[in-house]
């Protein structure tokens, strides 16, 4: 029988310890605060400097990347042309 890393039942590992940094959290904190001397937040800075430099630079690529995030990437149809199969393999588990 193998040996498993986890317990029965609990698939995931143990998480992110306690009090571990979470560069995430920190952006996402930073990007609502107000700088100094600022009317918008960082998040707001940020967005006008992009759509900013992307248009001013003629940046298709970043225009692209733009309108990507804002309502995802544009869905493709998917064409195999002709029948599909499908094999599953089923294994015991030991």
């Known amino acids: 029988m193998a040996k498993h890393k986890f317990e029965k039942g609990n698939p995931g590992g143990p ?3 306690k009090g571990s940094l979470s560069l995430v959290s ?8 107000i700088p100094e001397g600022k009317k918008k937040t960082y998040a707001e800075l940020f967005i006008d400097k992009v759509l900013k430099k992307s248009i001013d630079d003629e940046d ?4 692209r ?3 990507n995030r804002v309502d995802g990437l544009p869905k493709q149809p998917l064409d195999v042309g002709g029948e599909v199969k499908f094999i599953v393999e089923l294994h015991d588990r030991d």
């Open 65 to 67: 990347d733009v309108l």
């Open 15 to 17: 998480g992110r310890p």
């Open 60 to 63: 298709v690529q970043a225009m």
């Open 26 to 33: 920190m952006l996402k904190e930073r990007l609502e605060k």
